[in-house]
């Protein structure tokens, strides 16, 4: 079954979920990992890459040691638990940047079984991510 709600989950507790935020197909948690595992998962778009770059030399700073936070995946995630995906929020010099994406997650003979919504935590083996969207912001000092 890849509907993440069954038919024994009571409406009220779907409603709570709804309400708070929390995704029955996978609840997320924050996680960090480095700027350059960061550099790697959108090493396909050249223009944020760029822009990446860029700020790293404008600031003098290495990818090495900066930190980043992402999406982590729960535990219900079978293969994927404590993996990282989009959402990525990085601070480099005196700008933060917030990178959106779509993901798309496969089964271990690589067939789609959509996004977070579709996909079922216990068949997904791997997910690939695109369409990357990205907005800067000024720190608050």
Sequence with gaps: MTDAVSSTTSPLSVAAALLFGVTLAGAQGGGSLGLDEVLDAVKSDLKLTAELQDELKKNDLKPDGLVCTGFRHGNQWTELSGTRAAPYECDIGGRKIVIQ???VYFDMAKRP????RKASPKRADSF????FRWTWKALDK
């Design 101 to 103: 994406a779509d993901r």
């Design 113 to 116: 079984l959509g996004d977070v």
């Design 128 to 131: 690939k991510e695109s369409n």
